[in-house]
């Protein structure tokens, strides 16, 4: 058998590397730019300098994407873009904006709905050029930015369809450690969970890619080194805390860290995910939780499912973040320690899902299309108990 291994993003990293777009859009060929971004990055204090900066691209920025992008941001988006008669994108942001970015360079040459050309249900062909895309990650989380694929969801219905094409692939990521620098500290929290269940779910998942394994492995290892210390300088911010050189070097080096570990994640999941995110995408779709926020609630009940079918690999994660390490559930309490010191609620109960509200979750959850790659099969009651699990 014959293996496939991807890792074609070219990545330019490192503290000011933003500094570096109107050269990049100059060495792609683009004129006439459209910057998309969501709402709240748009008010942070270094966006209007970023859109200075490409004022001889003739700029104009399209905000309008917030919470979890739906359809009607992408339409809103892609009238922008034909009003702005751009040649390219600049995505700025987390999640959200990469993928609302992705849909709207989709749908800037097809005609039809964007549900049209849903990942293995399409009904129309992906056959026109798709603009090119640089993408300034401000989360470290989804790793979108060196991902092909976007999530976008049904305004109604909330339910999640994921578009693919090798086109949607920004051409080159930027990748700022100083963009997270305001970061919050419950969604540097929520992010970083979502970072590492990709790093987990990715080294966990059915198939043979090495490639990935290591990749993901150090990924676990940036997490364990760098999450807690992003959401401790995040906490000292808030606080008013100001720091001397010496710290906030510390605190460059620790998003830099989780930066690196966010786009490994999303690297290594080619390779496939798992059952943590089937429930958190049902959480999303009935009560649009916070996808990190999601999977970080989930996840050590996800894990404590599926140490009986790893053993081995659970321990290889455990050595990874305790040396001495001698058993895989070692690991689940790694995680279990890690998520309540960065502040993540311990109990489902804390978004407000009623115990005997499991039916819609479970409904949603068994259709998911990460599952299929669990290390341990996942049927309908195993999906009950992990979510009871969870509270
Ligand atoms: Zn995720």
């Given at each position: 058998?014959i293996?496939?291994?991807n890792?074609?993003?070219?990545?330019?990293?490192?503290?000011?590397?933003?500094?570096e777009?109107?050269a990049?859009?100059t060495?792609?060929g683009?004129q006439r730019?459209?910057?998309?971004?969501?709402?709240?990055v748009?008010?942070l204090p270094?966006?209007?300098?970023?859109?200075t900066?490409?004022?001889?691209?003739?700029a104009?920025?399209?905000?309008g994407?917030w919470?979890?992008?739906?359809?009607s941001?992408?339409?809103?988006?892609?009238?922008?873009?034909?009003?702005?008669?751009?040649?390219?994108?600049?995505?700025?942001?987390?999640g959200?904006?990469?993928?609302?970015?992705k849909a709207?360079a989709?749908?800037?040459?097809?005609p039809?709905?964007?549900?049209?050309?849903e990942?293995?249900?399409?009904?129309?062909?992906i056959?026109q050029?798709?603009?090119?895309?640089?993408?300034?990650?401000?989360?470290?989380?989804?790793?979108?930015e060196?991902?092909?694929?976007?999530?976008?969801?049904?305004?109604?219905?909330?339910?999640?369809?994921?578009?693919?094409?090798?086109?949607?692939l920004?051409?080159?990521?930027?990748?700022?450690?100083e963009?997270?620098l305001?970061?919050?500290?419950?969604?540097?929290?929520?992010?970083?969970?979502?970072?590492?269940?990709?790093?987990i779910?990715?080294f966990?998942?059915?198939?043979?890619?090495?490639?990935?394994?290591?990749?993901?492995?150090?990924?676990?290892?940036l997490?364990?080194q760098?999450?807690?210390?992003?959401v401790?300088?995040a906490?000292?911010?808030?606080?008013?805390a100001s720091?001397d050189e010496?710290?906030?070097?510390?605190?460059?080096?620790?998003?830099g860290?989780?930066?690196?570990?966010?786009?490994?994640?999303?690297?290594a999941?080619?390779k496939?995910?798992?059952?943590?995110h089937s429930?958190?995408?049902?959480?999303?779709?009935?009560?649009?939780?916070?996808h990190?926020?999601?999977?970080g609630?989930?996840l050590?009940?996800?894990?404590?499912?599926?140490l009986?079918a790893?053993?081995?690999?659970?321990?290889?994660m455990?050595?990874?973040v305790k040396?001495?390490?001698?058993?895989?559930?070692e690991f689940?309490?790694?995680i279990?320690?890690?998520?309540?010191?960065?502040?993540?609620p311990?109990?489902l109960?804390?978004?407000?899902v009623?115990?005997?509200?499991?039916d819609p979750?479970?409904?949603?959850?068994?259709?998911?299309g990460?599952?299929?790659?669990?290390?341990?099969?996942?049927?309908e009651?195993?999906?009950y108990a992990?979510?009871?699990?969870a509270?």
């Open positions: 058998m293996h496939t291994y890792f074609p993003t070219r990545i330019r990293f490192g503290p000011g590397a933003r500094h777009l109107a990049e859009l060495t792609l683009i730019v459209l910057i998309i971004t969501d709402k709240d748009a008010q270094w966006f209007p300098e970023l859109e900066s490409l004022a001889s691209f003739g104009a920025t399209f905000s994407v919470g979890n992008p739906v359809v941001q992408v339409n809103a988006g892609v009238e922008a873009w034909k009003a702005h008669g751009a040649d390219g994108i600049v995505a700025v942001g987390g959200a904006p990469m993928d609302v970015a709207i989709l749908m800037a040459h097809h039809g709905h964007l549900f049209d050309y990942d293995g249900a399409s009904t129309r062909p056959d050029p798709i603009p090119p895309i640089i993408a300034l990650p401000t989360t470290a989380g989804t790793g979108s060196v991902g092909r694929s976007t999530v976008i969801s049904d305004d109604d219905t909330h339910a999640k369809k994921i578009m693919f094409d090798p086109q949607l920004p051409r080159v990521v930027l990748a700022d450690p963009l997270l305001g970061l919050p500290a419950k969604i540097t929290a929520a992010t970083g969970m979502d970072a590492l269940t990709h790093l779910e990715a966990l998942a059915k198939g043979f890619n090495p490639l990935c394994d290591g990749i993901a492995l150090e990924g676990i290892y997490v364990a760098n999450l807690k210390a992003c401790d300088f906490q000292r911010l808030r606080e008013g720091f010496a710290t906030a070097a510390a605190h460059r080096l620790a998003r860290g989780m930066l690196n570990a966010s786009m490994m994640g999303a690297i999941f080619q496939g995910l798992g059952v943590t429930c958190a995408h049902a959480l999303s779709t009935v009560y649009d939780t916070h990190g926020l999601a999977n609630i989930m050590p009940a996800a894990m404590r499912f599926n009986v790893a053993p081995a690999q659970f321990l290889r455990a050595r990874v040396p001495e390490a001698t058993d895989g559930q689940v309490e790694w279990v320690g890690l998520s309540e010191s960065i502040g993540i311990t109990s109960g804390a978004l407000g009623p115990p005997d509200g499991l979750l479970v409904a949603v959850a068994i259709k998911d990460c599952h299929p790659l669990n290390p341990r099969p996942v049927v009651k195993d999906f992990i979510y009871q699990d509270f």
